[in-house]
């Protein structure tokens, strides 16, 4: 069954809210209330499909493209800093919190747990099909878009929602991703040259590491890999995609591991796989645009909690933070300091918080977390 409303987001409100809980006492197997938003595909003026499916349970996800596999219900993510993000959080019965990386709804489910609404953001199918089935009990607190977390404001401003408490963003594949081999994100296991997060459209890796030329390559590797040796890493690809096209992810792990010398126990193709993961993606660009929007999106005295995974990422939320925080602005040819007209923020971590011990013995990925918080300050 399928309903257009004007405003889905509505169902938080006490009118709608009761509306939806006589609707699903005649529906007594629907299980799950989900939100399909595709807004590139929205025309202007368009209201948004609340769709229910009493048959499976689950959220109508519309279509999926013919390119797309199946998915994968075992969708696992070990949830990393979970207690100290909730605590930034502050979630609570009545706030709304946006959780920008769904994943395997780790976060999302404490924050349900203490009483918060909470609209879910990811690009992955499986992602937001194993967080339906996580978060179920809280079906009336929860609703899933199918979006990049760069259509944030979008999103908000179009559902009718504005602003929100609290914005949660944890940067980065997930161990699901790194572990399935079709998705194609991992050097070590063999699958297709792939690494999109949102596989209905975009580049693959294997589109870059076979058009692209050894300068291009090479930039790539420098800027979103860091990889010192980026030009033999780019002309080791062109030479060999000259006798045959890159295809598997095993095969151009070979040829990187064969041009590039080891570096301790870090397999050559590391900062080869991590630059054409964030390149696929346009990861570092989205997270630009969803810092840029995050203090209009949030209401004043709203946190904004980001979780990132390696310098380039850590580097852009850092300095952003910075120059949102600053109240005045100065510099030697100028008279006396000025207002900054981007002091919007007020940090809340002077330093990065780290997992504990106890936390990176359990998980060893967590290892290279880095948390930074701040609260949007009065207009």
Same mark, same amino acid.
């Given at each position: 069954?399928?309903?257009?409303?004007?405003?889905?987001?509505?169902?938080?409100?006490?009118?709608?809210?009761?509306?939806?809980?006589?609707?699903?006492?005649?529906?007594?197997?629907?299980?799950?209330?989900?939100?399909?938003?595709?807004?590139?595909?929205?025309?202007?003026?368009?209201?948004?499909?609340?769709?229910?499916?009493?048959?499976?349970?689950?959220?109508?996800?519309?279509?999926?493209?013919?390119?797309?596999?199946?998915?994968?219900?075992?969708?696992?993510?070990?949830?990393?800093?979970?207690?100290?993000?909730?605590?930034?959080?502050?979630?609570?019965?009545?706030?709304?919190?946006?959780?920008?990386?769904?994943?395997?709804?780790?976060?999302?489910?404490?924050?349900?747990?203490?009483?918060?609404?909470?609209?879910?953001?990811?690009?992955?199918?499986?992602?937001?099909?194993?967080?339906?089935?996580?978060?179920?009990?809280?079906?009336?607190?929860?609703?899933?878009?199918?979006?990049?977390?760069?259509?944030?404001?979008?999103?908000?401003?179009?559902?009718?929602?504005?602003?929100?408490?609290?914005?949660?963003?944890?940067?980065?594949?997930?161990?699901?991703?790194?572990?399935?081999?079709?998705?194609?994100?991992?050097?070590?296991?063999?699958?297709?040259?792939?690494?999109?997060?949102?596989?209905?459209?975009?580049?693959?890796?294997?589109?870059?590491?076979?058009?692209?030329?050894?300068?291009?390559?090479?930039?790539?590797?420098?800027?979103?890999?860091?990889?010192? $040796? #980026?030009?033999?890493? !780019?002309? %080791?690809?062109? /030479? *060999?995609?000259?006798?045959?096209?890159?295809? &598997?992810?095993?095969? $151009? #792990?070979?040829?990187? !591991?064969? %041009?590039?010398? /080891? *570096?301790?126990?870090?397999?050559?193709?590391? &900062?080869?796989?991590?630059?054409?993961?964030?390149?696929?993606?346009?990861?570092?660009?989205?997270?630009?645009?969803?810092?840029?929007?995050?203090?209009?999106?949030?209401?004043?005295?709203?946190?904004?909690?980001?979780?990132?995974?390696?310098?380039?990422?850590?580097?852009?939320?850092?300095?952003?933070?910075?120059?949102?925080?600053?109240?005045?602005?100065?510099?030697?040819?100028?008279?006396?300091?000025?207002?900054?007209?981007?002091?919007?923020?007020?940090?809340?971590?002077?330093?990065?918080?780290?997992?504990?011990?106890?936390?990176?013995?359990?998980?060893?990925?967590?290892?290279?977390?880095?948390?930074?918080?701040?609260?949007?300050?009065?207009?």
């Amino acid at each position: 069954m399928s309903l257009s409303v004007n405003h889905p987001y509505d169902f938080f409100r006490p009118s709608l809210a009761a509306w939806t809980m006589g609707l699903r006492r005649r529906l007594d197997n629907v299980l799950f209330l989900h939100l399909d938003l595709w807004p590139w595909h929205l025309a202007a003026g368009s209201s948004r499909k609340l769709t229910m499916n009493s048959e499976s349970g689950r959220g109508d996800h519309g279509s999926r493209e013919k390119n797309e596999p199946p998915v994968d219900h075992r969708f696992e993510h070990t949830t990393v800093l979970l207690r100290e993000a909730v605590e930034f959080l502050q979630p609570a019965p009545g706030k709304l919190i946006v959780d920008a990386t769904l994943g395997g709804a780790g976060h999302t489910h404490a924050l349900l747990e203490a009483g918060a609404n909470v609209l879910g953001f990811d690009q992955d199918e499986a992602a937001l099909q194993a967080a339906q089935e996580r978060c179920a009990d809280y079906e009336d607190h929860f609703a899933t878009v199918r979006a990049n977390f760069r259509e944030l404001e979008a999103v908000l401003q179009e559902s009718g929602v504005g602003q929100v408490d609290g914005i949660l963003a944890d940067i980065g594949v997930s161990s699901f991703q790194l572990d399935t081999a079709e998705r194609g994100f991992s050097f070590q296991q063999d699958g297709p040259l792939e690494m999109r997060m949102d596989q209905r459209s975009g580049i693959t890796a294997a589109d870059i590491v076979n058009t692209w030329s050894v300068e291009e390559l090479q930039k790539l590797f420098v800027e979103y890999g860091e990889e010192p $040796l #980026a030009r033999r890493a !780019a002309m %080791a690809i062109v /030479r *060999r995609r000259e006798q045959r096209a890159f295809h &598997r992810t095993l095969d $151009l #792990a070979e040829v990187l !591991a064969s %041009a590039l010398p /080891r *570096r301790g126990k870090t397999h050559p193709a590391t &900062r080869v796989f991590q630059a054409l993961r964030i390149g696929v993606n346009d990861e570092l660009g989205a997270l630009k645009d969803l810092l840029d929007q995050a203090p209009r999106c949030l209401k004043p005295g709203g946190r904004l909690v980001l979780i990132s995974f390696h310098s380039l990422e850590d580097r852009i939320v850092k300095h952003t933070l910075q120059r949102q925080s600053m109240q005045w602005q100065d510099r030697p040819e100028w008279p006396e300091p000025r207002p900054n007209p981007d002091y919007c923020m007020r940090v809340l971590t002077k330093k990065p918080v780290e997992p504990s011990e106890e936390e990176v013995s359990h998980n060893s990925r967590s290892r290279s977390a880095r948390l930074r918080a701040a609260e949007r300050i009065a207009s």
